[in-house]
């Protein structure tokens, strides 16, 4: 009996101090410092005990059976800098929560679009500026030009209600090619490509690749390329609400539900945008002044430089493993948009419709190597929308026609149908070579009843492309490659492109010689188009003698990179041959007598260049600041005539500071960017030369993201849009520096719920 109570009262001490050795506990959470998001499997250990521990999926730990005392606390995480710090454990529980700053490995991103394959960002080959998410997040900017414009110098954009007129180092729109997740973005407005299809809170990261990338994608990407790559789908549940909501009725949401299970993959997406436009003067030049300077030099207008507009975009992707070698993956939009005139400035509203769809897998070969395929339709409809009765009237090769339309009509200025058939495989030949491989075809059909020669018009292009990387050693890396394509109007053109990268220290230093091509448009080969615009009713006519566009492009860049500061110089010359313009020519009589006051006709100008450079910095600083900026000055010329070419700044800079602070359940990012544009130069159309102003945008955004919820993240966001109140207020009909309405507050709340691990 004795025996028992001794054995029971040492199992009872035992108990006892177990239970007093477990009132001293040790628990918090680890995070990111820049995005304040939980780290999973980070290592958390006391020096000199065994208390050790690896965070969760929420990024919490907990220790306990300790003493009391004083320890360093340890944390470590792969991609992050280790941090070690004192703390004092006192009885009860005890709450640490760490922040671990990323390393530079970790800020590093991989990129596809210089040469095709992955590289780490400061291995590419190809010089390649990178636009992160947390850069996108922190400008909450209105639209993806805005943002690409704030934060990259070489990048301008000019708005209408047509779209954006982007440019790239001095060459515009016609020059550059915008991809999406790596596929050719087609359908235009007016000849400029709609990135209002796009919203960017569902952009992962933007990579543009500058200069001429013919070799790679073919016909556009002459002065540069533009791949946005969108968030893909990742944990087992995925539920986002994004909302922006700042002056004149600017509103845009998108809301996303991604799903993912075993084999399978889901993706839907819904994107909502509108403003209710402005206008920055009411009045406009009046063209007849000229001629009776009787008549005022200036006369009210109803139109606006920003129209009242509306769309929406839906997309929906699937994606398959059908083993562990072959995946499927299928996508389907849908995009309309409505831009609404004020009376009496048109008697019309401009109506799109866009469907696109695709079906595409990639099949896994030994080791690294795999081969793509794609299929991408999209059929992109354009209507005049009718509120009211009117009459209008179209000039065509065959005379005038004249039809009434009643409120309800719509009339189809264009259809435009496109269809991109792609295969492509990378081989790793051995440890030093990778050749990629492919063959492309693109086809391009056009139906515009009153605007063409003919009602309808197509072309074709076929081409095959081959591409060899060949590390020569851990210094040198080489790139050479070829497209030789087909048109059917055209023939057979090949664009050779060679780039080189040599590596020492903390300097990398890359080269490159590319040749770009640009078959003329089926609108520049074949149009026929009358309208008025400025008070002045002009017909646009195509040319089918067009020459293609060719050019050669030469670059070198020397990149610095020291701990947390990195710069880049880089410096180019675009020599480009038979630029496509517009020139005036002689009226006919029996255009005169239909109301026609100018013809201009599309041709080529022999000669023309684009020179300059950029340069830009990153610099990490102490206690959670950051400094990124960059400049660029361009001299691009038409060389035939010794003019500048239109709308160009020669000298832009951009300007972002950033500060980053995190408590327990709150974060802070507060962010000041500016962007500056020196004047544009145009020639008008009665030959008079004309510059539009300078200007200088600041913006400061603040982010507050809050941590109180287990598997939701929200982040309130609030700034302040043109903090210096800049409008170029010149009368209606001018070219404008910017199309900013001035000073104005925006606010935004992004909430993202998260279920499951990560696939």
Avoid at 640 to 666: C, F, M, P, V
């Amino acid at each position: 009996m004795t025996r028992v109570f001794v054995i029971a009262f040492m199992q009872l001490c035992l108990c006892a101090n177990v239970i007093l050795a477990q009132q001293v506990v040790l628990n918090g959470q680890v995070t990111d410092n820049n995005t304040t998001k939980a780290i999973v499997f980070a290592h958390v250990f006391l020096e000199g005990t065994d208390c050790a521990s690896y965070t969760q999926k929420d990024g919490k730990f907990k220790c306990d059976l300790l003493k009391e005392g004083t320890y360093n606390l340890c944390v470590t995480c792969i991609g992050y800098h280790p941090i070690k710090q004192q703390v004092e454990l006192k009885w009860g529980t005890n709450t640490y929560d760490i922040a671990l700053t990323p390393s530079v490995e970790n800020l590093s991103p991989i990129v596809i679009t210089g040469t095709g394959t992955r590289y780490r960002i400061e291995n590419v080959p190809v010089q390649t500026e990178i636009i992160s998410s947390k850069s996108i997040e922190e400008m909450s900017g209105r639209n993806v030009e805005e943002i690409i414009a704030s934060l990259s110098s070489s990048f301008d954009y000019s708005s209408s209600s047509m779209g954006s007129y982007i440019k790239i180092n001095g060459l515009g729109k016609d020059y550059v090619l915008v991809l999406v997740n790596g596929k050719r973005l087609t359908g235009g407005i007016g000849g400029n490509v709609d990135l209002s299809r796009i919203n960017s809170e569902d952009i992962e990261q933007i990579e543009i690749v500058k200069g001429a990338s013919s070799t790679l994608y073919g016909s556009d990407a002459i002065s540069g390329v533009i791949n946005i790559i969108t968030k893909k789908p990742k944990q087992k549940i995925t539920v986002t609400n994004n909302t922006r909501y700042g002056a004149y009725q600017d509103w845009k949401q998108l809301n996303t539900f991604s799903y993912n299970k075993g084999d399978w993959s889901s993706k839907t997406s819904f994107s909502w945008k509108q403003n209710d436009g402005y206008q920055l003067n009411d009045m406009m030049y009046n063209h007849k002044w000229e001629s009776n300077k009787d008549l005022p030099y200036l006369i009210r207008t109803y139109d606006m430089p920003v129209n009242k507009k509306k769309s929406y975009t839906l997309i929906q992707t699937l994606g398959y493993d059908v083993n562990k070698k072959l995946s499927l993956n299928s996508e389907f939009s849908i995009y309309e948009k409505t831009l609404f005139f004020p009376f009496l400035g048109r008697m019309h509203n401009l109506y799109y419709n866009n469907l696109g769809a695709s079906v595409g897998g990639k099949y896994k070969l030994k080791e690294k190597d795999f081969i793509d395929f794609s299929m991408d339709y999209g059929n992109y409809k354009y209507y005049n929308e009718y509120p009211y009765k009117y009459n209008e009237r179209y000039i065509t090769p065959d005379g005038l026609v004249r039809e009434t339309y009643y409120p309800g009509d719509r009339f189809k200025n264009s259809e435009q149908k496109n269809l991109v058939v792609l295969g492509k495989g990378v081989f790793h030949i051995n440890d030093k070579n990778t050749l990629s491989a492919g063959l492309e075809y693109l086809g391009d059909f056009l139906e515009a009843k009153y605007r063409l020669v003919q009602d309808e018009a197509e072309s074709h292009t076929a081409s095959l492309f081959v591409q060899d990387e060949y590390e020569l050693n851990k210094k040198v890396t080489l790139v050479g490659g070829v497209r030789v394509i087909y048109h059917n109007q055209f023939g057979v053109i090949a664009t050779p492109k060679i780039s080189a990268m040599y590596k020492t220290g903390k300097f990398t230093h890359r080269a490159t010689y590319a040749n770009g091509f640009k078959s003329p448009t089926l609108k520049e080969l074949y149009y026929y188009y009358e309208s008025q615009r400025m008070g002045m009713r002009r017909l646009y006519l195509g040319n089918d003698d067009l020459k293609p566009q060719q050019s050669h492009y030469y670059n070198i860049s020397t990149e610095y990179k020291y701990k947390k500061i990195r710069t880049n110089l880089s410096l180019y010359v675009n020599r480009l041959k038979n630029k496509i313009d517009y020139k005036i020519i002689e009226t006919k009589p029996e255009h005169i007598r239909q109301g026609i006051e100018e013809t201009k006709f599309r041709y080529n100008i022999s000669d023309a260049q684009s020179t300059g450079f950029d340069w830009s910095i990153n610099v990490g600083l102490a206690n959670g600041f950051s400094l990124a900026g960059g400049y660029s000055y361009v001299d691009a010329r038409n060389i035939t005539e010794d003019i500048r070419l239109n709308g160009i700044s020669e000298h832009s800079a951009t300007l972002k500071a950033s500060w980053i602070k995190n408590w327990n359940t709150y974060g802070l990012n507060m962010n000041l960017s500016a962007n500056y544009k020196s004047d544009k130069f145009y020639l008008e159309e009665d030959l008079e030369r004309y510059y539009a102003a300078p200007y200088q945008l600041w913006k400061l955004t603040t982010s507050h993201t809050f941590k109180k919820f287990k598997d939701c993240n929200m982040v309130f966001i609030a700034g302040v849009d043109n903090i210096l109140d800049y409008v170029d207020d010149a009368p209606y009909g001018s070219h404008y520096g910017t199309l900013n309405p001035g000073r104005s507050l925006f606010v935004g709340l992004n909430i993202k719920f998260t279920k499951g691990d990560k696939k």
